[in-house]
């Protein structure tokens, strides 16, 4: 066997669906000797980082803390912890995530009704009201920022519906939170769970969750123990809370790696961060435009942080990728589920959505068409792009 040589990746710049860039100053924090995970120094720092996500979830919740796994296990946490078998959820399916979210629910013992909408489109409140006052659920399941098919779901109104019929609102914001609005008390969400390795640009690891005290009052009337031992928030909030008592050992390095870059979230604020994240969105969708690109989601309802695009006639989709990797070290990701072959999907989240990435891309997606001998204005892209920054 040959020797295994010392780590040494090639540098990428990621603008695929996750992960993102990481700041150089939370790659640095990760490298911060470890301590004990009850060590009374890690405990002020756990405390820390509740307290920046609770500003970052715009919550007051005081069940507000990082599940130690990707943001599939916040889905999973939080829907685990609300249905018992039989319990009535109604989930909105309009992408991969809406399906895992069903698919989680019945594995949970959920009768699930599957709300389903086209690829791309999102759900309006009259048709939501209508399944809400047929079923009367104990859980709404939706998701904000649908990251297969850059889908951005209206969420403002949800809560208050929700709670006409007595249901808890579920809400997946892994792919919103940190770079586009996402206000927990103010829109009455009472389960959300995100990922840190999207918007928060920090390494996969970690999901955020939050739960309002309707859903902790719910979680306390159940009659029979949650499904996940792993997951249960009534042992894992006794860690998190004021007892510390132990229940697994935290991931140390990465609520260093989270706490930090929910700092650099809150120096740049979280306005101007959402501004940003829209302005460069802005810019790639007017480059894109003059290359003859089109958006996959609804007009109107379109990411800013998840970018998928129909891939123009005469492109080849894999050829177009490697080409970007390999010539420009440029990572996007490829089409899921309905949309596989048919889609590109490039995110511009936290770190990695810079007015430098948007131009570097489109000039490398023009390099790359114009080799496959796609019709477009050579040079459009970049221009409309840097006509929108103007």
């Known amino acids: 066997m040959a020797p295994i040589n010392q780590l040494n990746p090639s540098p990428r710049v990621l603008l695929g669906p996750g992960p993102s860039d990481v ?3 939370v790659l640095n924090a990760m490298a911060t000797p470890l301590l004990g995970h009850l060590d009374p120094q890690f405990l002020e720092i756990m405390n820390e980082a509740q307290e920046l996500l609770r500003k970052t979830f715009r919550t007051a919740n005081r069940l507000t803390f990082p599940v130690s796994g990707t943001g599939s296990a916040g ?25 895992r979210m069903k698919d989680v629910a019945e594995r949970a013992g959920a009768v699930v009704t599957p709300l389903d909408k086209p690829w791309g489109d999102i759900f309006e409140l009259d048709e939501l009201r209508q399944v809400l006052q047929k079923v009367r659920p104990k859980v709404l399941g ?6 297969s098919t850059g889908a951005w779901q209206p969420a403002e109104e949800l809560g208050k519906l929700c709670h006409e019929f007595d249901t808890l609102l579920l809400l997946d914001t892994v792919t919103s939170l940190g770079g586009v609005p ?4 103010g829109w009455g969400i009472d389960a959300v769970y995100s990922g840190t390795q999207k918007c928060l640009s920090c390494p996969p690891g970690l999901a955020p969750v939050s739960f309002s005290t309707r859903a902790v009052e719910a979680m306390n009337r159940r009659k029979s123990r949650v499904q996940s031992w792993y997951l249960d928030m009534t042992l894992v909030q006794r860690y998190w809370g004021e007892e510390r008592f132990y229940h697994h050992t935290a991931p140390i390095s990465m609520i260093y790696a989270l706490r930090e870059a929910l700092r650099l979230v809150h120096e740049e604020g979280l306005e101007a961060r959402w501004a940003r994240h829209l302005r460069n969105h802005k810019a790639l969708k007017a480059g894109l435009a003059a290359l003859g690109i089109q958006y996959a989601a609804r007009e109107g309802h379109q990411l800013p942080t998840l970018n998928a695009v129909l891939i123009p006639e005469k492109a080849d989709d894999l050829a177009t990728r490697k080409q970007l990797l390999s010539e420009f070290g440029i990572e996007i990701g490829g089409g899921l589920g309905d949309f596989k072959g048919k889609a590109w999907r490039v995110g511009l989240m936290g770190y990695s959505s810079r007015a430098n ?3 570097l891309f489109l000039a490398a ?11 477009f204005s050579r040079g459009a892209g970049v221009s409309a792009a840097g006509q929108s920054y103007r």
């Open 365 to 375: 997606l023009e390099q790359s068409l114009a080799t496959q001998g796609v019709p």
């Open 23 to 25: 700041h150089p100053r």
């Open 75 to 99: 889905m999973e946490t939080c829907v685990v912890n609300l249905i018992e078998p039989g319990d009535r959820m109604v989930v909105c399916v309009n992408g991969v995530f809406g399906q």
């Open 182 to 185: 996402v206000e927990v008390d």
């Open 357 to 359: 990435n948007v131009l």
């Open 142 to 147: 939706i998701v904000h920022a649908e990251t």
